[in-house]
């Protein structure tokens, strides 16, 4: 970027703090953190090249991934006829924010903004959806606005909640009878309806369940994330209740250090919990949830309030094509180019991609950089340079004040922005970041392509 890019988005970072309640000399002081936190991931760095050639690129998503994507190629390829389809007006949403309106501390308007606002002002936005990929011909099939052609095409569709996926649950059911899910963002206020129900009327005897599904999907910490706040809420009240946390996985990290922190930080707010136990069904009249564990069968258990990671998949048009995506339905990209292993004017980015990593907004940050200089060097003919080497971030609240920094990369090693700080430890300072500096920088800084 350059001094007058700094300027602006220091100004909309700055603004955005103080609106959310720092101090304009607190802001300043936070955003010190800025630079060590952009410097130490290696592909955050100004676009290296750029490219005057004309070309036809068709983004297929308007959310995060989609939308980034296409600021950078507004800015870096600006003779390129940019079209974006994207059916939802309000796609723009910071999602991991979700998990702290679930936890009554933010609201929902607090993470809502206009997609209008985000998209590159030279691109052309189709209210619509994608219901065929036809790669062999470089076209796509919209519902309502016929075939369209492409030179390049950017698959970000992002991700399908499959709550039917779990017998007795709907979408309809979240807010309910004591069952919550913040991976819905209208089901995220709901949600803290149900803990504060749940915190209010807790008794030792009482049970909060949280579950985790088989499968890939999109912010792998926020299910822990929960589990956590829900415990910090019943201390704040000098409650007590059981809390059990059971999860498909293995492990709640690949990484060791993280993964062995995890446990400590559950065992410590007294967090039961399940590896290899997977949710199958609830039956939401009698308040019983049915787990399939991989030694003891199934298993029923009376819960009070339970929290539902569904499933989650990529769009029917997408896992429905052979030609596009691979065998588990995701759009099969080589993980270092992210460009497609059958097409090579295919990319795909965020979490509809085969990329065998976290699915975040932080790997978003790292990918679409690579994706585009790649891009460039597609366009333009040259060799491919750029790699993405897997790094992504999980902020793990752990308490209300506490945040444990999981970064991480492809080979399971910790990754941290801040190397002379010990990663795996829960800090104060990476509960600043959460609270009030990634939000805002990832509105104005990712979106905009400028961090």
């Avoid at 959310?20 to 991931?41: E, H, I, N, Q």
């Avoid at 389809?85 to 309000?90: A, C, G, L």
């Avoid at 209210?127 to 011909?137: A, G, L, R, S, Y």
């Avoid at 095409?153 to 309910?176: H, P, R, V, W």
């Amino acid at each position: 970027m350059n001094q007058d890019q700094i300027l602006d988005l220091k100004t909309d970072l700055v603004n955005e703090l103080t609106n959310s309640g720092l101090s304009r000399r607190d802001a300043l002081k936070l955003l010190g953190l800025v630079p060590f936190m952009l410097s130490a991931t290696p592909s955050v760095v100004s676009a290296k090249s750029q490219s005057s050639a004309s070309a036809n690129i068709l983004i297929v998503g308007g959310g995060a991934a989609g939308c980034t994507v296409a600021n950078f190629i507004s800015k870096n390829i600006p003779n390129a006829t940019i079209t974006i389809i994207e059916p939802d007006e309000n796609s723009i949403k910071y999602q991991p924010g979700q998990t702290m309106i679930g936890g009554g501390l933010w609201k929902s308007e607090d993470i809502l903004k206009d997609t209008k606002d985000f998209l590159p002002k030279d691109a052309k936005w189709i209210k619509d959806i994608v219901v065929e990929f036809n790669p062999d011909n470089n076209l796509v099939k919209t519902k309502n606005s016929g075939k369209l052609s492409y030179d390049f095409l950017i698959c970000a569709t992002g991700l399908e909640l499959n709550f039917e996926g779990i017998e007795g649950i709907s979408k309809d059911i979240i807010g309910t009878n004591g069952v919550g899910s913040i991976y819905l963002f209208s089901g995220a206020e709901k949600t803290w309806g149900e803990i504060s129900k749940f915190v209010n009327s807790a008794t030792p005897d009482k049970v909060a369940l949280f579950s985790e599904p088989a499968g890939s999907i999109k912010c792998g910490g926020a299910p822990k994330k929960i589990a956590f706040l829900t415990s910090a809420r019943l201390r704040e009240a000098k409650k007590q209740a059981t809390l059990n946390f059971r999860t498909n996985k293995g492990n709640f990290f690949g990484t060791k250090v993280y993964n062995d922190s995890t446990i400590k930080y559950m065992n410590d707010r007294n967090i039961y919990f399940n590896f290899k136990s997977t949710l199958v069904s609830v039956d939401v009249g009698s308040k019983t949830a049915t787990f399939k564990d991989e030694n003891e069968g199934l298993n029923k258990i009376n819960y009070d309030f339970i929290h539902i990671v569904p499933p989650m998949r990529t769009v029917k048009a997408v896992r429905e094509n052979s030609d596009l995506a691979n065998e588990k339905g995701w759009v099969d990209v080589d993980k270092f180019s992210t460009i497609h292993k059958k097409y090579d004017n295919i990319f795909a980015i965020g979490d509809n991609s085969s990329l065998p990593t976290s699915k975040t907004g932080a790997a978003i940050r790292e990918q679409y950089k690579v994706l585009g200089e790649n891009l460039i060097s597609r366009i333009d003919g040259k060799e491919l340079k750029a790699k993405y080497d897997g790094y992504t971030a999980c902020p793990l609240i752990t308490d209300i004040g506490r945040v444990m920094m999981a970064e991480f990369n492809y080979q399971n090693e910790p990754a941290p922005s801040l190397p002379f700080l010990d990663p795996a430890k829960e800090r104060w300072i990476w509960w600043l970041v959460k609270a009030y500096l990634l939000k805002p920088m990832y509105f104005y800084g990712m979106l905009k392509a400028r961090a």
